[in-house]
């Protein structure tokens, strides 16, 4: 009896969506009168397991091994396979990420067990987990329920409050692993991010649009950006046209995210780009045109031209930060 | 190198959402192929056209998707199938597309990474486990040789070179290709190429769903924000003022 949250770790750290999910689980929890647990994987990360229980795990299970030092669906999903076997918990959480959704519908098909992707909500309702999720890019949602044990689920990033972190250490669960063959392998991995945070992580996102002209304006996001502290976005147009990498584009057919505030420069919100950013929680819009779509998604829209707003805005941040 | 394509046919993304009776309304929507099973196809296609083989598309879905079936014919897939009336969940999907596939002889099994209307992200990546086949999800590079695939992988910030043996199950992400229009000559050979039916009783599965689905519901309507009157100077300062004290997000 337990819910789970699968941790997950690049080069020795944690994802802020496995500590977002042990938030939610501890309330969810409590709520079941059940134990929350979490389940790490890697190499050598035995010293992330505290962080895991300041967010609440009351029990980590530590697998480490070599080869499990790089990713790979079929490893770390014969480990979570096995662990879920021997312990049957009622629930396992993944985050909504390349890494979760890579590995938990394996887990779940392997356990013959039905499973929510990206959810954006979970309550209990009647002793049992509902959850809701976005379908049609966001034009609608459900409220599910699985009725399988365990019940699998992926948490969206960036929607579920943080708690506090409590000063505790883990109560170590060590796993033996002894892998069969990985027929998949990670060769190389290459990070582009740049050092400026993620998109899907991001707590502030500043966006262009065609309305950018050229990939060189693009300079005057990065500058608001940096006094943010926020990832940089783009429209489809603006990929197309070859001023940003498609891993940047936001909507239907690019990123989903869910900052806190989402500042639109120069787009005009179609349908296919409100998908990727609508569940944004304040948006702010600015289009030289007062009829552009976005306005009626934005919380806060200035009808001028951006080449002129947009430095204002950067200076005024500086002095309000 | 035989190929075989799992592809769904998916609202057109201008589609208006409605409800009916607590359901989706289905009526007077225009239905495409998922797109990202569209770069699974053309895929497919590339390959066959450098290797020879043959390329099989599969979905499960209704009468209508047919269509969709047609339209991957056309493009130059030689043979489809279609599993008639499914009920339940993405378990289910994939349990029936492993038994659809049992009897073929394959080498690779493309999909599409997610699927725009339901957008679950699971069924490529359960029928991999259901055929105990190695999987490498949203490729946007796939080369083969030697009975090896090299697969270039999206993360987050960056990317990944994934090898495996085949056969697996690659999931397509848009920058792997561009997918080709029916020809005109295609759309007429299509019509004679096979397009087989069977329904999961056929195939001889028979699956529980293991989601419910208790409500769908459109999301509240979102009130027009507020305009910002002002020169640029003025509007900048006022928002900057609005972003801090009114919705304190910064
Ligand atoms: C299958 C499919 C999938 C798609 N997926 C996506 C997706 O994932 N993401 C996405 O974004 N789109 C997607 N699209 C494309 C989408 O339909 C739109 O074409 C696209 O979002 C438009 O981008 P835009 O707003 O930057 O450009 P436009 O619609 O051209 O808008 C530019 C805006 O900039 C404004 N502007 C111009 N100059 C200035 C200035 N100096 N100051 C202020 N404002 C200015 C204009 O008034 C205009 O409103 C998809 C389309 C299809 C068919
Ligand atoms: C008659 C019917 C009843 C349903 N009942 C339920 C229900 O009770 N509970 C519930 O939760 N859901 C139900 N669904 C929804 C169903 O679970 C999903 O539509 C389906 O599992 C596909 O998931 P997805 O769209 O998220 O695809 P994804 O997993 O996002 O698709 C990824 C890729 O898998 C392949 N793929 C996906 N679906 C198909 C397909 N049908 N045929 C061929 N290839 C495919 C494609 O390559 C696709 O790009 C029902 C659907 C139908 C048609």
Redesign the pocket.
Known sequence: MAIWVIAEQRDGELKKVSLEMLSKGQELAEELGTELEAVLIGDEIEGLADSLAAYGAAKVYVAEDEELGTYSSEGYSQVISELIEENEPDAVFFGHTAFGKDLAPRVAQKAGAGMVSDITAVEVEADQLVFTRPIYAGKAFTKSKVLSKPVVATFRPNVQDLGEAAETSANIETVDVDLADIRAKVKEVKQQSGGRVLLTEADIIVS??????GPENFDILEQMADVLGAAVG??????DAGWREHQY??????KTVSPTLYIA?????????L??MSSSKYIAA????EE?N?FNMADYGIV????K?VPVLTEEFKKVL | MNIIVCLKQTFD??AKIELKDGEIATQGIKHIIN?YDEFAVEEALKIKEAQGGEVTVISVGDDQAQEALRQALAMGADKAMLVKNPQGDEYAVAKVLAKAVAGMEYDLILGGHVA?DDGSGQVATRLAQELDLPQVNVVTKLELKDGQAECTREIEGGSEIVETPLPAVVTCQKGLNEPRYPSLKGIMQAKKKELKQVTPEELGVEVEKQVEILEIFLPPKKEAGKIIEGEAEEAGKELVRLLKEEAKVI
């Open positions: 262009g649009g065609r309305g950018m002209k783009a429209s489809r147009a603006a990929v584009q936001v909507g239907q057919t690019g420069c120069g787009i005009s919100g179609a349908i296919q780009h998908a990727g600015i289009n030289k045109d552009a976005i001028n031209d951006l080449f707003v | 993304t201008e797109p725009i």
